[in-house]
């Protein structure tokens, strides 16, 4: 993988591994697991974030299951067609992970930086408080042409600034990878719950 390509989406989790490893895909003989882990915010809450991780970094055949690690790698996303309709699935692609015995440093286990492009025209609103929220959706090149699309969501005066992007534009975004539970209409009676996953923005510098 090129350098540059490996500098405009980087991503740093550190948590507690709260789920076996599941089958997601073999490229070239090599087999690609996920997992999740729990990372703590500064607040008691916490963010649950999935990890595709490949068989070759550790023995997915092992119950890891409570254990700490530090992960670091790319924020990716992946199409699912579900019906007639495609679903997009994110999740951290692990190039390195090791094991921590401890962590207490808060401020540094959520960490992301990402150098893309506006591929949808932000939308801003407010909510019933008065506070300012806009949704991005920011497409960041991968190798062999491919692009990796991530929702991201600005505050106050991020989101005041990010009112005014235009797409296509290029934008830094520094911030941590949220996840966010809602519940899906599927039919009149039926509704299931969901998980979403984006990037909750720190910092944003527009332009080349």
């Known amino acids: ?3 540059k390509c490996m500098e405009n989406n980087k991503v740093t989790v550190i948590g507690e591994i709260v789920s076996e490893f599941t089958f997601s895909h ?17 607040s008691d809450q916490a963010d649950v974030i999935p990890l595709m991780v490949s068989e070759r970094l550790l023995d997915i055949r092992r119950n890891y299951i409570g254990q700490t690690v530090a992960a670091t ?18 999740s951290v ?7 921590l015995d401890g962590f207490d440093d808060y401020t540094k286990t959520n960490l992301i930086f990402l150098d ?10 407010k909510t019933p408080l008065g506070r300012e929220i806009a949704d991005l959706l920011v497409a960041v090149n ?6 990796d699309y991530i929702p991201c969501i600005a505050w106050g005066r991020n989101a005041r600034y990010a009112s005014g992007f235009e797409v296509g ?34 910092k944003l510098e527009y332009g080349e």
């Open 169 to 202: 534009g290029r934008v830094r975004v520094w911030g941590r990878v949220q996840s966010r539970e809602y519940t899906k209409k599927l039919s009149e009676v039926e509704c299931e719950k969901r998980v979403a996953y984006e990037i909750s923005v720190s």
């Open 73 to 90: 790698g790319q924020f990716r996303s992946y199409n699912r067609h579900e019906g007639n309709r495609n679903r997009l699935l994110l």
């Open 116 to 125: 893309g492009y506006i591929c949808k025209q932000p939308v801003y609103r």
């Open 93 to 99: 692609f692990v190039r390195e992970i090791e094991f």
């Open 1 to 3: 993988m090129s350098e």
């Open 26 to 42: 073999e490229v070239y003989g090599e087999g690609f697991y996920m997992t999740e882990i729990s990372v703590c915010r500064l």
């Open 142 to 147: 991968r190798p062999y042409g491919k692009s």
